[in-house]
Structure formats: C-alpha cells, structure tokens
C-alpha cells in the first residue's frame, strides 16, 4: 500500500485533483485551437482512452475565442496554456475554461497579474504554475546551484506572487527532460508545500524512450505518494500518453481502469506465436473495462501455475493452446480459436456487468 502525501484538494471542472482523490491522467491536444472542430475530435478520442483533463495551447486571440464553442461540447474539463499575455488568460476564463496553465511571473505588470487572479477567482479557476529546467528565469537559471534548486526557487516566487494576491487555488509542475532532476525537484518541493503536484517528465521523447523515462520519473515519485494528477509527454499520438498513464497507475495498483494484462517473455520452451498471440489479446480486450487479469503464457508446462494470481488466460502448445481461469485449465483450444474461446469464457463469467467501451 503506497502512503500518499497528503496535499490540498483543488478542482478542474468535476475532476478533484489532491486530497484523496484518485491520481488523473491527463493530456494535451496538439491542434490547432482555432480549429474547433477538429480539436474538439481529439478531445472525444483522448476522453474515449480515459483521459480525465485536457490541455489546450492558446496562442493568440482566435484560439481563446474557440475556447468558447470548445468547452461547450468537450466531454472532459479543459486546461488553457498561456504564455505572456494576460489578455488571453482572462479571456480563456470568460469563455469557460477550467484551468489555467500560466506563470505569473512571466505577464508582465504586477497588475496584469492580479487582473487574472481577480478574473480566476471570480470564475473558481485553479491555476498552475508549469516550471521547466529548460526555460527558467536568468536570475534563476544563473545560479550556481542544483538545477532541482534553481527550478525550486522559480516555483516559489511564482507561488509567493499568487499567495500575496489571496489566491491559493494552485496546482504546481516542475519539469526537466533529466529524470533524476525531475524526481529530485519534486521530491524537494513535496516537503516544502501542500499544493497539489502535477508529475511529468517533459521532452521525454518518442513512445519507445518516452515510455522509459516517464516509467522511471513518474513512477519513482508515485511510489513514494508523491503526485495528485500526471501526463505522459510523448512524441506521439496523445491517446498513447494516456495509455501510459493508465498503465503506469496499475502498475502501483493506484488505479484499476480496464484489465490488467500479464505475458511471458520467450523461451525455447515456446512452440506457438508468443509475441504475435500475446498482441493480438492486448488488443482485443484493451477497452474491456472491469478489473481482472488476462495473462498469454508461452507453455503449458508452467504457464498456468507461473500466472495463478490471473483471473483469465492462454498457455501456448503446438499449434494449440489451453485456456486456464484461476491458474485452473478448464480448455484446449486449436490455435486460431483461442481468442475468440477466451472472449466467450469472459463473456460469460461477466455477464450481468460487462463494460465495454
């Protein structure tokens, strides 16, 4: 059981991010906002693979007045990301908006600022300070200390322009594109405030590296309850980062949407289609949404008994394969009838509450 730190609850739209609410999986579109529909597709997809928070660029004064026509039929809440004029941001909170993605050191005037925060707590808009190592302030990024430090620093002032304006409703990001700066960053900060903490690695990369750098950031920080609500930064179709989110949430047993899937590696003992098999069953049942275990093991000499802890699955033969519930097998199935024997055996065990995207 991970202890998760204990922070501030704040909310975007009806998604509560802190406190004790589940740890959400965010992304970000990467449209064109003016587009509306188009972005407004994207969003559907993202929300379809489970994506609780979308965040939206606005880049100039188009792009905030889709905002409008945007959130009216976005399916989740949506995150506006500014950057530098504080014109858009309010006009993103007049247009419905969530949330902000804003630093307020970063606006201008100490007016601007405080003419966002009054907009933002008129509308009950959080908003979140985004630190990243590779665009600090110079007075920041000078400094002859840590990067983790440096980073710490910027996220404080920007905090302490918020709370000197009575505004508290905050979420907090500290990025790099170096994991172990990434972890010690949050690490540091977890102690200092109780606002919560938006995880990620940024410029991770594309899916296969992205994926381990992000595995190891966020998921070191996750097990030691450090992280209210996570996007994966990939370069890659977004639906891949909120896969990944999932994916690293079950894999602390933090979340349990959708199944949790086990496979063998390979071995000489293997005499069916391993690789291939085993892809072809995350696919099928990737949107089955009930908490279970479906494992592809390679044999059925060890294979049912190495996955007894799962609820479901196949263990390879010659041309054959057995279907095994419970670590019991209850089938033998020839091979090109295996996933369709499978589906059927789930199918009927889960019948009265099959959820199925």
């Known amino acids: 059981m991970i202890n998760r730190r204990k922070s501030k609850q704040i909310s975007i739209g009806n998604v509560k991010i802190g406190g004790d609410a589940p740890i959400s999986v965010q992304s970000m ?41 945007i959130v009216k039929k976005s399916q989740v809440p949506l995150v506006a990301d500014i950057h530098f004029d504080y014109r858009l941001a309010i006009q993103c909170i007049e247009n419905g908006i969530h949330a902000l993605r804003i630093n307020p050191g970063n606006i201008g005037k100490k007016e601007h600022t405080q003419k966002v925060v009054e907009a933002a707590k008129a509308h009950n808009v959080p908003i979140r300070i985004g630190i990243n190592a590779g665009s600090l302030e110079k007075e920041f990024a000078s400094l002859d200390i840590p990067l983790e430090d440096k980073m710490i620093k910027s996220a404080m002032r920007h905090i302490e322009i918020l709370e000197d304006l009575n505004f508290y409703d905050i979420k907090l990001s500290l990025k790099s594109s170096d994991v172990p700066t990434t972890i010690e960053a949050y690490r540091k900060i977890s102690k200092i405030i109780d606002y919560p903490l938006h995880l990620g690695v940024t410029e991770a990369g594309t899916l296969k590296m992205g994926l381990i750098k992000s595995s190891i950031g966020l998921g070191t920080l996750l097990s030691e309850g450090i992280g209210d609500t996570i996007r994966v930064s990939l370069t890659e179709n977004p639906v891949e980062e909120v896969e990944a989110g999932f994916g690293i949430l079950k894999a602390l047993n933090l979340r349990e949407k959708g199944i949790n899937f086990i496979s063998c590696p390979t071995c000489g003992r293997t005499q069916i289609d391993l690789i291939g098999l085993a892809k072809k069953v995350e696919e099928k049942f990737k949107n089955l949404d009930l908490p279970i275990t479906i494992a592809v093991m390679g044999c059925p000499v060890n294979g049912p008994g190495e996955a007894k802890h799962a609820d479901f699955g196949i263990a390879g033969a010659i041309g054959e394969g057995y279907i095994f519930k419970k670590g019991e097998i209850i089938a033998r199935v020839p091979e090109s009838d295996l996933i369709n024997y499978l589906e059927k055996i789930i199918m009927e065990s889960y019948s009265d509450i099959m959820k199925v995207k």
């Open 29 to 69: 579109c990467n449209t064109d906002t003016r587009d509306v529909e188009t972005t407004l597709s994207q969003i559907n997809e993202l929300a379809s693979a489970g994506c609780e928070i979308v965040r939206l660029a606005v880049l100039n004064k188009d792009a905030a007045s889709a905002i409008k026509d």
